[in-house]
Nanobody, 126 residues
């Protein structure tokens, strides 16, 4: 089973950029997908972006399209979330998650992910 550890969160001003990293250890099956979710205070956890381990297909939430980019380094077993043009509403705890037997249409379904990292805080000031 895959284990995940996030890093790279912190404090940023609106308009700035941050890059989150998710280190995966253990066996990575070809049908694996890794996603980023976030949870703001008092709100439910929501989908941000996801990438399929094989092929690299990606999917984004409408709220981050054009600003965030998810990528992977298969050799290093790393998944990244490059966040540009940050907004105060991006403030949240960001989690990476992994799921097996994922297809593109289910990449945003958090119930399909069975392995989660511990989360990393991102705070964007106005």
């Amino acid at each position: 089973q895959v284990q995940l550890v996030e890093s790279g969160g912190g404090l940023a001003q609106a308009g700035a950029s941050l890059r989150l990293s998710c280190a995966a250890s253990g066996r990575t099956h070809s049908d694996l997908a890794v996603a980023w979710f976030r949870q703001a205070p008092g709100k439910e956890r929501e989908f941000v972006a996801a990438i399929k381990w094989s092929g690299g297909s990606t999917r984004y939430a409408d709220s981050v399209k054009g600003r965030f980019t998810v990528s992977k380094d298969t050799f290093k077993k790393m998944v990244y979330l490059q966040m540009n043009s940050l907004k105060p509403e991006d403030t949240a705890v960001y989690y990476c998650a992994a799921g097996a037997r994922m297809i593109w249409s289910t990449l945003d379904d958090q119930s399909r992910y069975d392995t989660w990292g511990q989360g990393t805080q991102v705070t964007v000031s106005s």
